[in-house]
């Protein structure tokens, strides 16, 4: 091997070699950084009050909850159950309250709307009107209420509620059958007679 192979050899070798050390570095970097320009720092956590970003996102896994497709007064207007609740993004309650959230939009969020209202945002009024939020806000989070199509609050709850709490009063303002008749959403039939159709003979 000639004197101009071995030099082109070596050159080859040490562009990798610098190629490798640059990917390592980048690598290093990338966890470093963060740790030293933000020692107080730390990953999402479900488990604390500190700001991590939208909690829909995060921890429900549903982006699509906030912003609300329309506000309340919109959806008193429209005459369609309302769910409306009350919340901050710094709040571990709140935090582990938005799968519950999210969870109740999958079977509900055609029929009824969600209205997600940042407590931090309610003016500090001396009064407000039924089809404002702040009307219905009691100032802890996070606070649910359902409200029917024709604007009656039919649940009013302050804290994590269950599932099951809010699907019930759902169930009831849409006149389905209770969940230990049918897990399905399914409307209640108009009489108890339930009558089988068949061919009839020719």
């Not at 702040?134 to 100032?139: A, E, L, M, T, V």
Request: glycine residues 6%.
């Amino acid at each position: 091997m000639g004197s101009f192979a071995i030099r082109q050899w070596i050159g080859f070798v040490d562009e990798r070699l610098i190629r490798r050390w640059v990917v390592v570095g980048i690598a290093i970097a990338t966890f470093l950084i963060p740790t030293l320009c933000f020692p107080g720092h730390a990953w999402a956590s479900l488990n604390d009050d500190k700001y991590d970003g939208n909690i829909f996102a995060l921890y429900a896994g549903n982006g699509a909850i906030v912003p609300p497709r329309v506000n309340l007064a919109q959806s008193l207007k429209q005459e369609k159950p309302t769910l409306l609740f009350f919340y901050v993004d710094d709040s571990r309650d709140c935090k582990e309250f938005s799968f519950v959230i999210s969870r109740l939009q999958a079977p509900y969020g055609r029929v009824a709307n969600f209205v997600p209202v940042m407590a931090d945002a309610i003016p500090f009024e001396k009064s407000f009107t039924p089809n404002e939020p702040g009307y219905y806000f009691k100032g802890s989070v996070p606070q649910t209420l359902v409200l029917d199509g024709s604007g009656n609050v039919r649940f009013d709850q302050t804290g994590a509620v269950s599932y099951e709490a809010v699907d019930d009063v759902f169930r009831d303002v849409f006149d389905l059958l209770p969940r230990e008749q049918s897990e399905e959403l399914r409307r209640r039939s108009v009489n108890e007679l339930n009558v089988e159709l068949v061919p009839g003979d020719e």
